[in-house]
């Protein structure tokens, strides 16, 4: 329900040209960082999808569909600094069989609200995102 509500917010918002989803993929984040950019991922996640639409202003919005940390604290983006901070989101696209094309790539990534979380029986979090992205490598 969650993922939909967020879903029709974007297609309010704009007209969406194009959307794109990724099963399954391992996504690492870094801060972007100028003129250095980092070179040590801040967070790596495993998520059940990644989905992004572009809209007629060339802007791209996504989410990210229940995913788990495997390194770092996710939790970060929600804080008052790092809902300041822009990202990079790095994955590489399964589906791609040349692996010297199959990266993909997001930069100027802001998350658009608090990063939402459930725990199961175990107390393991599972997490859902919301963000806006400047640029993309997606093909």
Known sequence: MF??????????????LSELVWKKPVITIY????PKTETEPFAVLKAKQITLIQTDDAELMGSIKDFFALMGDIDYVSTKEGSVDKYILCWFDDTEEDTTKDL?????????????????????RTYNATFKA??????
């Open 3 to 16: 993922y939909n509500k967020i879903r029709l917010q974007f297609v309010l918002e704009a007209i969406v």
């Open 31 to 34: 801060r972007e960082r100028y």
């Open 104 to 124: 993909r790539r997001l930069s100027g990534v802001t998350f658009s609200q608090k990063v939402s979380y459930t725990l199961n029986e175990a107390g393991k």
């Open 134 to 139: 400047k640029h993309g490598k997606l093909k």
